[in-house]
């Protein structure tokens, strides 16, 4: 399992690569959290446990660098997906 984390704009960006279930490879996974603007201190704007319906990348590298651009493709384009 390997882990990532910034900060894009008003928003908190965590990546993952998980070891896929069966076979070889890894799931990406992301969750995006507001961290300003919102009411609350901090709150979950979008959470995907298993990116691209479980791809599998060859390596956690690859898993990671697709979900932090899908994360940062979301805030950029203001997704009603990120509604808090």
Do not use: K
């Not at 704009?9 to 279930?21: F, K, L, S, T």
Request: proline content about 2%.
């Amino acid at each position: 399992m390997r882990f990532d984390e910034t900060h894009e704009g008003d928003y908190r960006i965590y990546v993952g690569a998980v070891e896929a279930p069966r076979g070889e490879g890894y799931i990406a996974a992301l969750v995006v959290n507001r961290v300003r603007g919102a009411a609350t201190p901090q709150r979950e704007a979008f959470r995907d446990d298993s990116l691209a319906c479980g791809y599998r990348w060859r390596s956690a590298e690859e898993a990671l660098q697709y979900a932090m651009n899908r994360a940062r493709e979301l805030i950029r384009s203001r997704s009603q997906m990120l509604a808090c």
